[in-house]
């Protein structure tokens, strides 16, 4: 059975940084595209990254890049999103999600994990 699990969320201070971690489980990584999201309080769900299969390309919400970096460790079927100068507009809860193999980013994300809050606050 597929499964993601986040951790690595926390409370920081503007300007600081943190790494979120998605450990994936039930599939082989290197097959999948994978996105980072987030939903801040009283906001819809908003894409953050996505890192592809194919070469791993990526991509960013323009509030986030420069910032952030997507990141894959698919022998670890991990994959990472460092998080830095963080901002108080970044807090929320940061899921990681899968479309089925071989979607490209973008399409059909079908297994999310279950979130990890992220707050941005001095």
């Known amino acids: 059975q597929l499964q993601l699990e986040e951790s690595g969320g926390g409370l920081v201070q503007p300007g600081e940084s943190l790494r979120l971690s998605c450990l994936t489980s039930?599939?082989?990584?290197?097959?999948?595209?994978i996105g980072w999201f987030r939903q801040a309080p009283g906001k819809e769900r908003e894409g953050v990254s996505c890192?592809?299969?194919?070469?791993?390309?990526?991509s960013y919400a323009d509030s986030v890049r420069g910032r952030f970096t997507i990141s894959r460790d698919s022998a670890k079927n991990m994959v990472y999103l460092q998080m830095n100068s963080l901002e108080p507009e970044d807090t929320g809860i940061y899921y990681c999600?899968?479309?089925?193999?071989?979607?490209?980013?973008?399409?059909?994300?079908?297994?999310w994990g279950q979130g990890t809050q992220v707050t941005v606050s001095s």
């Open positions: 999600a899968v479309p089925p193999p071989f979607t490209p980013c973008g399409k059909g994300y079908e297994t």
């Open positions: 039930g599939l082989h990584l290197k097959y999948y595209a």
């Open positions: 890192i592809g299969r194919y070469n791993d390309e990526t």
